[in-house]
């Protein structure tokens, strides 16, 4: 058992190395999906944000976390368009006839993924700080805050997967990424749902973004999160347990053809 388990973790340390090279040599793909997110805060701060009632002096404060859920979205379309082109390359079958996990290249994409997505918020909260943002938070909070971001990092990643394994051209792998970018706009990412239409607030106020944002406000402003973060946690939870099957059945599915 302790072999086959340190097997794994050596595979899978040489697919995540490999994934990683690939973003090393491309480091513009971190900043280019900085660069849209960024783009949103500097507009809705200085162009909107004096004309948006929130209930707080510090517009920025109360806009980065749906910012940062909207970095992840964008980030995570590189991983369905890499395990595209090894599909379609005929890397995938070519590791899977090697003596290695064959899991392991799946895990390799996706923790890559959690890397490069950790690099691009580190780059946005860099911004935000310059732009006036401040948070009263401490230690644990902000530990929480990046447990929350990793978890909706994973669960995003696994769809992505998903879209990559599936697509049949390198447009629709990483076409699924847009709805997911642009969940934010219906929620309380940006405006407060109060001042929604009856229909468009009952969406807003019962899709996952809503329920994360507002924990991860409450936590980097040190207010209590209330019943938010429970159900921020089991939509994250649930999106990446649900992914994780599909990818894994759409991989395995793959590899016998």
Known sequence: METAKNHFFSDMGVMLGRSMRHIFRSVDTIFTVCVTPIAMMLL??????????????????????????????????????????????????????MPIARSTMLWGHVLTSV?????????????????GFRSSAGILPWLAVAGILVLFTLALTWIAAIAGLSAKTVEGASAFSYPLIFLPFISSAFVPTESMPAVVRAFAENQPVTSIVETIRALLSNQP?????????????????????????????????
């Open 44 to 97: 809705f701060v200085y162009v909107f944000g004096g004309a948006i009632e929130t209930g707080t002096d510090n517009y920025v404060n109360y806009l980065l976390p749906g910012i940062l859920l909207m970095a992840i979205a964008s980030g995570v379309a590189y991983v369905a368009y890499r395990l595209f082109l090894d599909k379609q390359r005929g890397i995938i079958e070519r590791f899977n006839s």
């Open 115 to 131: 890397v490069s997505n950790v690099i691009s918020i580190a780059v946005i909260i860099l911004v935000a700080l310059a732009m």
């Open 225 to 257: 999160v209330g019943n938010d973060i429970w159900v921020a946690l089991a939509w994250c939870l649930g999106i990446l347990i649900v992914a994780y099957a599909f990818a894994v059945r759409a991989y395995n599915r793959h590899s016998a053809q």
